[in-house]
Structures are given as C-alpha cells and as structure tokens.
C-alpha cells in the first residue's frame, strides 16, 4: 500500500529541530540550562531525533512504483513524461531487454503518461538516438520533457485525483505501437481493474493507418484516424470538440473492437478509465504471448516470450536521503559526547 506521508516535510522538520539544538547548545546568547539533569537533555533530545530520522527512511520519497516489464521477444525502450507542475520521476527514459524488468518509484500526487519506445537506433557517428516508433525526439534514450511521437500506445495515470483515488487508462487515441497491459497491484479502493491492449494490431490495421519500416515494408506501427487524415471529425476538434458532436468512427471502432477497455477515440470515457487507490502498478509490453509485427536482431518478427524473474532498482534519492540523515545522526552524538 502507499503511503500517505510526505517525507519532505519530515526531513524539513528534522533539519529545523538539528538547527535548534546546535544553537540552543553552542550559541554565546544563551546560557546553559540550569536544571539538575541537564546533562541529560542532549540524549533526552537525540531520542526523537533517531525516532523521526527512522520514520524518514521508512516511509520514504515516493508513494508508489511502477514496475516495467518486457514481454517481448525484441527491446522495448520506455518513455517517460510528467505532467506540468507534477514532480518529475528519476528517469524519463530507459532500455528494456527482453524478460527484464525494472521499477521507478513514483511521487505523490504524480500525473503523465508512459509509452514504449521501438526499433530504436544510436548513430555511431553523431550519437544521435532515435526510434522508429514512440520516438521522443529528444535524441537521447533519456526523453527528458519530450512526448511519444504519435502513433503510439499510452498509459495515462493520475495518483491521488479526487477523492484519493489514482485514475489511469490506456489510450490508443494516438495511435498504436505496442501491446500494453496496466495491472494494479495491493489496491484498497476503486475498482482496480487491469486495463490495457494485449492485442497485436500492426499486421491487422487498416491499410491507410499503417506505418510502413521502408527498409522491410513491414508494418510497425498503426495511426489513428486523427493523425493520418487531420479531418477535425476523426479529432474530435473544432465543431467536432465535444461529446455530443465528437462520435465513435469506423476507424476508433477498430481499435475498440480488439481493445475494448482502452480509450479509441478522444470521447471515449466511459468504459476506459479506471480507479484505485494505494497500489502499485504494473506496466507489461507484449502481455500475451501473441504474433508481433516487430523484428528481432536476426531480421524475424517474432512472438512475445515469457518474462524472467525481474530487477528492482532502488531510487538514489532514498539512499542519499538515508545516507544524509545517518551522517547528522553521527555529528550529533559527536557534539553531545
């Protein structure tokens, strides 16, 4: 389960009382306490401290994980991008091996969207990194601000919006790259209903969506309707820019027909976002195994293959942060013994 506190205020509030006790101690403008155990106040003082500085580490920076898996029989490159005025994740960007797995502890109150980078390439001349679908155009594997180039499959998350509740859904609206799968994971509240699309699109989508690799003619990637013809219909704009005029199409329905719990077109609420509260979440590309339109380093398109036991990688502000609250902790009992 999450937790509820905000360890920030904690460690404001443990530097404070440290700033207190130096001065109450060392400063020329206060004298020293004349009560008979007064040689025992700096261990009296010291006993809450190691008491706050545990509740420091314990509860932690973050409020929940996302934990990544890769499914796939190719690499996935997950992308990362925060919302503005959202604190922002360790990373916006990193490589996921086949069978790997890699969780990002996550903020209270986080808000964005993750995406799965393909096909991706680093140029051995200029170092420039880019992908073929999801690219971020930040030409690094760190996006770094940057959003997923459309056509792309997104997951949409909001922790703690309205009544504390996490609100998240995968959105096809965007477009199509990848099979991905959001699975709640210890949740207490809402519904927490796993939500996503496990289906194989790229070999299935209509012709005048498809995104073609030249080099091969394959298809890597399927447009939404929005994206390939611009018509404010398809987008849900001008005229078009509310529910009652914006409706389903043949091309969200599409989508929609093989995903039937993702978000296909921009009006497409009601049976594609979902709640739960103080969980963590599971992100799986390729979450069945299922046909792929991706190739492999030998040139196949191969299909997805069972994950191996995964990696949990602890933040380094956590251990900074401890590190930081043992190191006052030393200096303490040095100046009181």
Known sequence: MKSTFFPITFLCLYI??????????????HSQPSVPNSSMAPTQLLVPLFLLSSLIMLSGAYSATFTFTNKCSYQVWPGILSNAG??????????????????IPVPTSWS??????????????????????????????????????????????????????????????????????????????????????GASLNNACPSELKVMDSENGESVACKS??????????????????????????????????????????????????????ANYAITFCPSPSSTSLKSANGQYPEAVEVSA?????????????ITILAANWRLWQLFF
Not at 16 to 29: A, D, N, W
């Open 16 to 29: 404070y009382i440290y700033i207190y006790i130096y001065i109450y101690m060392y400063s020329p403008f």
């Open 86 to 103: 959202t604190p922002q994740l360790p990373t916006t960007g990193f490589a996921l091996q086949p069978g790997e797995s890699n969780t």
């Open 112 to 197: 964005g969207r993750l995406w799965g980078r393909t096909l991706c390439t680093q140029d051995a001349n200029t170092g420039k990194f880019t992908c073929l679908t999801g690219d971020c155009g930040s030409s690094t594997i760190q996006c770094s601000g940057n959003g997923a180039a459309p056509p792309a499959t997104l997951a949409e998350f909001t922790l703690n919006g309205a009544d504390g509740l996490d609100f998240y859904d995968v959105s096809l609206v965007d477009g199509y790259n990848l099979p991905m799968l959001i699975e709640p994971q210890g949740g207490t509240g809402g519904n927490c209903t796993m939500t996503g699309c």
């Open 225 to 278: 309707a929005c994206d390939a013809f611009g018509d404010p219909q398809y987008c849900c704009s001008g005229a078009y820019a509310n529910p009652n005029t914006c409706k389903a199409s043949s091309y969200s329905e599409f989508f929609k027909n093989a995903c039937p719990r993702a978000y296909s077109y921009a009006y497409d609420d009601g049976t594609s976002t979902f709640t739960c509260a103080g």
């Open 310 to 322: 995964g990696t949990h990688r602890t933040s380094p502000y956590l251990i900074g942060g401890a």
